[in-house]
């Protein structure tokens, strides 16, 4: 009898310990299966630039012209452009609300439909002050490029052209006809793009 008592008991002992397993296995199971959701918020960063003050968000064009200077000399006067003449235009980006550093690119060629096919880009200057006078090169292949750091109020670059009558296909005739015609327009073409520098 008392083998029988002692078999129950392991039996019910054996019962007992796999269902506590059992449970205890379940629970452990179950821990790693479990599944929570949340929500991730950040902010944006922005990417809202200016070119000469004017919000360039969803447009391919300014509506603003870009007016080049040209400065009085012995032989021509100020605010117009000759043979030989040099002069220059600005850019200013205004990415105080760009809260990433991003590549500008700026090509300037002379336009498709300029009276004066002789316009040439030379050189530009980044953020000039009235003590630079260092210019880099232009090229038309690469044209300008320059990064801009993040939230940057005011980044000016400063492109300078010449009518190059030396190295120019155009012939003094029609030089003269240029000069003489109240329609003749000396165009530039100016194109910017802009991406953001992958850190």
């Known amino acids: 009898m008392s083998r029988k008592k002692d078999l129950r008991f392991i039996i019910l002992f054996v019962v007992l310990v796999s269902c506590c397993l059992l449970y205890l296995f379940q629970s452990s199971y179950a821990k790693y299966r479990r599944g929570v959701t949340g929500e991730v918020s950040a902010d944006v960063a922005g990417w809202n630039i200016k070119v000469n003050g004017e919000d360039i968000a969803n447009k391919k064009t300014l509506t603003t012209t870009i007016v080049p200077t040209f400065l009085e000399s012995e032989n021509s006067a100020a605010g117009v452009i000759a043979p030989g003449v040099e002069g220059y235009y600005t850019i200013t980006i205004d990415a105080s609300l760009v809260d990433v550093p991003f590549e500008c690119t700026i090509h300037s060629d002379v336009a498709d439909d300029s009276s004066i096919s002789d316009l040439k880009t030379l050189s530009y200057q980044i953020n000039p002050t009235s003590s630079t006078t260092d210019r880099l090169t232009y090229s038309a292949d690469t044209g300008i490029v320059q990064v801009i ?51």
């Open 149 to 199: 750091p993040r939230n940057t109020s005011q980044y000016v670059f400063r492109i300078y052209l010449v009518w190059d009558d030396e190295n120019g296909t155009m012939d003094n005739q029609a030089d003269t006809e240029v000069g003489v015609s109240d329609s003749s327009q000396a165009l530039m073409q100016v194109s910017l793009q802009f991406s953001q520098v992958n850190n």
